[in-house]
């Protein structure tokens, strides 16, 4: 069954939260709703890479995790100056990039969201198999400045 989690008050409030199943199509809709929040809370210069960042999380749970259940949450940070988005799921294998070689089509979504945010990490999940993989964008940073290649 999928769930999102309730906000308070006027306007979208601080945070979005979701669990359900994703399927091929989940990143797109899931980009949409980041664009409406992010816009909503004055950061739409933060949509270019916090999308991208996402679309990459989704892909991975899509790819790597046998049942695709997730939970995605998207939060205002405390401070209003950036976006927190993390997406759990039941598979305990880190994220990890595993691109060998240059011409490689798989193994680069941790490459990707590296370059695109200002900070990513992944936390195991207490008492049970899965993670938590996250990022946070920080506003005022163009899309263009906030690319970082290795």
């Known amino acids: ?22 399927g091929e199509h989940s990143a797109r809709h899931l980009r949409r709703i980041l664009r409406v929040y992010l816009t909503a809370w ?57 691109a060998v070689d240059e011409l490689a089509e798989d193994g680069r979504g941790v490459l990707i969201v590296d370059a695109v945010t200002d900070r990513w990490g992944w936390d195991p999940l207490p008492g049970r198999p899965g993670k938590t993989v996250w990022f946070e964008c920080d506003a005022g ?3 263009q400045d906030r690319i970082r290649l290795a």
């Open 141 to 143: 940073k163009e899309f």
């Open 42 to 98: 004055e950061m739409a210069e933060l949509c270019e890479p916090a999308c991208l960042a996402l679309t990459e999380l989704v892909a991975n749970v899509v790819r790597h995790t046998p049942d695709r259940r997730a939970a995605v949450l998207m939060t205002r940070r405390p401070d209003g100056r950036g976006v927190r988005v993390e997406v759990t799921d039941t598979c305990p294998r880190p994220p990890l990039s595993t």
């Open 1 to 22: 069954m999928n769930h999102v989690t309730a906000h308070q008050g006027d306007g979208l409030g601080a945070r979005y939260g979701t669990d359900f199943t994703l």
